[in-house]
């Protein structure tokens, strides 16, 4: 599917309101971001849960809140960064947006993409990198590979509720987070990047 060329007007306007898909039907917001929408790194979830449907911001909740706290640890401002989701409307018992669901949402995020233009993309869990990819990756596996995708520089890490359960998971977490912050450095540096 093409990238639709929406200026910010013209995509909060699609947006407001939107009922492309069944995701609409329970929702309390359509959250659609949160920091900078000139930043060097973009976040990449999967869609809000109950906190983020009740205030309208992505990554509040619980995760959000642990997100924050290894952002500042990696020497990154959350208001720096620009935070998104692949669906914007929370999906019943935070269950994964279904393929269909994702679909539907995705010319919107998209549409972030190219207005934001990050040098560094990073997906936070599966269905993140699922989506940016456009194929399924094991993220146990591939999580902190760098990848070249059209113009961005592509790096997927686990979700941030992940590491709620796993605690374990942390090191590489941050780890990850300090490789996108080094890297989106190097980049504006005018550095070759050599994968
Ligand atoms: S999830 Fe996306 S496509 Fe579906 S209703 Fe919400 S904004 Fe529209």
Redesign the pocket.
Known sequence: MAVLRFDWNTLYGE?NG???????EH?HS?VVSDGDPHADIMFIGE?PGREEDEQGVPFVGAAGRLFNYHLEEAGLDRRSVYICNV???RPPQNRD?LPD?AE??LP?LRAQIALVRPKVIVCLGRIAARYVYDRDIQITRQRGQIKKLGAFYVLPTYHPAALLRREELTNDFVFDLCTAKKLAERIKAGEQIEL
């Open positions: 947006l939107c009922t492309k898909c069944r995701l609409c929702r359509i869609g669906v914007k409307c947006p669901e539907s949402c919107y």
